[in-house]
């Protein structure tokens, strides 16, 4: 199983972007999927989780209301929209899966957000 995200990218404050990640080598309609990101010195942190169809999500307090993730299950990828974007938001992105026990990740996306 192979995660690929993309969609990372520089900023100004209050922009929007929108991140992918496909799942190779697997299905991802029978798995949970999630987005986590580290900011420099920072510890990783998860910001967004779905469910393996997509009909259940949870976005934490920080980004709530700013980030919705969603599933296509047709094209086994996950997406994390992101708007009105702040430069606390600087950070690389990485998608997450668990199979069998297993944590998969993704390469990792790099947001910068200018102020």
């Known amino acids: 199983v192979q995660l690929q995200a993309s969609g990372g990218g520089l900023v100004q404050a209050g922009g929007s972007l929108r991140l992918s990640c496909t799942m190779t080598g697997s299905t991802s309609k029978h798995y949970a999927m999630a987005w986590f990101r580290q900011a420099p010195g920072k510890e990783r942190e998860g910001v967004a989780n779905?469910?393996?169809?997509?009909?259940?999500?949870n976005i934490v307090d920080a980004v709530k209301g700013r980030f919705t993730i969603s599933k296509d299950n047709a094209v086994n990828t996950i997406y994390l929209q992101m708007n009105n974007l702040k430069p606390e938001d600087t950070a690389a992105y990485y998608c997450?899966?668990?199979?069998?026990?297993?944590?998969?990740w993704g390469q990792g996306t790099l947001v910068t957000v200018s102020s």
């Open positions: 779905i469910n393996h169809s997509g009909g259940s999500t």
């Open positions: 997450h899966t668990k199979l069998r026990g297993s944590d998969y």
